[in-house]
């Protein structure tokens, strides 16, 4: 199956739908009355819909076991047809369109069961996805395109040439796949005053957002959220949050990160892990959906 472990669960939702016709209208009489041979076509459908939508996974090898949450199923009668509607919610990582689609199909092919007896010119139609909403996709804002961002990596054993930095070329590669252009990179020692400074400087240069990664542990060098907060105006207590829970979704530790997110004026300011799962899994989490701040902080140009 496809890895969907760097997902997000978001609430998402997918109605799809079945057209069963029938070749006479004393069909559809004897569904309403409830005189078909096999009983109540449309209670009987419904359940094994329901059992349906929950074999989904069972039947559909590369379809991932989710928790369905909300499942509806609804019959609209025309003159020749009845139209079955299927609507599921879930709270998860990947959506249930499929699981929707295959609902509809079993309400259909029950009705075509119990309903074959008493007219053989019965046909299923139309099994489609005609809504789905969550996920990636319904998230995806008209995010500025003109956005510049520096990358500070802080750390005293990279700055001596001691170890390679992987943590801000992973702030980098993400940033570059979400369009956002950098303005520049650089390694720095654990000392505040080289960290406010670089806040300071890259503000004045109109930078957008200022990442940095290391120094948000709870050694004695860790000192990155202490040097920033003095020069934030506002802090993001949402945003450093869901950097929080996406990484304890993944790792125990990651509670132990004293990761910041705030601003300086109209300039984004992040301080996040300095080990390379760390900084990854931050952005993973936030991008590029906390993009979406420059509509507020700046406008809202998409060229």
Known sequence: MVDITHKTSTLR?????????????????????????????????????????????????????????????DYVIGDLEIQVL???????????????????????????DMLKPIDKGIEIHHIKLLDKKGGKSDYTDRFRRDLQAAVIVCSDTISEG????????????????????????????????????????????GADLVIYTGGTGLSKRDVTPEALKPLLDRTIPGVEEAIRKYGQDRMPYAMLSRSVVGTINNTLVLALPGSTNGAKESMDAIFPEILHVFRILKGARHD
């Open 86 to 112: 299927v609507t599921i919610k879930t709270i998860y990582k990947t959506g249930v369109e499929v699981e929707a689609m295959h609902g509809a199909s079993i309400v259909a092919l029950n009705m075509y």
């Open 162 to 205: 001691k170890k390679e930095d992987k943590a801000g070329k992973a702030i980098i590669s993400k940033l570059e796949a979400c369009e956002v252009g950098i303005l520049d990179y650089s390694i720095i020692p654990d000392e505040i005053e080289t960290i406010q400074e670089k806040a300071k400087q890259y503000h004045e240069r």
């Open 13 to 73: 939702t997918a109605t799809a739908q079945a057209i069963v016709k029938v070749s006479t209208p004393k069909t559809i009489e004897a569904i309403q009355k409830g005189t078909v041979p096999k009983g109540d076509v449309f209670a009987m459908s419904k359940a094994a819909g329901l059992l349906g939508v929950k074999k989904t996974p069972d039947l559909l090898p590369d379809c991932h076991p989710l928790p369905i949450e909300y499942t509806s199923i």
